[in-house]
């Protein structure tokens, strides 16, 4: 016998392969890269993106204005700095919820320094780059409505 025919030697002298056998073993040696589906961030994310640049602003504003409050001379500044004290503690609970929701989603958001007026931002989402601006007068806007939101759940438990 001859050695092309010892062991699997007959099938390796064998010239003839199906074309779908041809195109199934170069699909094997050459994979193709999977081509991902690009999932947006829904409308609420975008808001969950927002707030992680929105609440370290805030918390900062108010531990300022506590800390103007700590040398004032002021009659209520021991009320005023015990406000500013659990608004401090209800924004970095939020936060802290924020962020962890924001890493939940495989998002993450970084600052862009460019030298204008607006405040820009990048944020991945899902292995996906996405530029965000916020003007500052709606930056502003949006701290004002949101630092009113607070107080107001603050004074309604307060009634309670």
Not at 15 to 20: D, N, V, W
Not at 98 to 116: G, H, M, Q, S, T
Not at 138 to 153: F, N, Q
């Amino acid at each position: 016998m001859s050695k092309k025919l010892e062991g699997n030697g007959r099938w390796e002298s064998s010239r003839m392969m199906l074309p779908q056998h041809k195109e199934a073993l170069i699909a094997r040696q050459n994979p193709e890269p999977e081509v991902k589906q690009v999932q947006k961030p829904t409308e609420e994310e975008h808001e969950m993106i927002l707030n992680s640049i929105l609440l370290p602003m805030m918390l900062t504003m108010i531990e300022r204005n506590g800390k103007e409050f700590e040398v004032s001379t002021n009659m209520l500044r021991r009320y005023y700095i015990a406000a500013t004290q659990i608004l401090m503690n209800r924004i970095h609970a939020e936060m802290v919820k924020n962020k962890n929701e924001l890493k939940a989603r495989k998002i993450r958001v970084f600052e862009d320094i460019r030298p204008d007026e607006d405040l820009h931002y990048k944020y991945l989402c899902r292995g996906y780059e996405y530029p965000f601006s916020v003007m500052r007068d709606v930056v502003k806007s949006r701290i004002s409505i949101k630092l009113g939101e607070y107080v107001k759940t603050l004074l309604h438990q307060m009634r309670e």
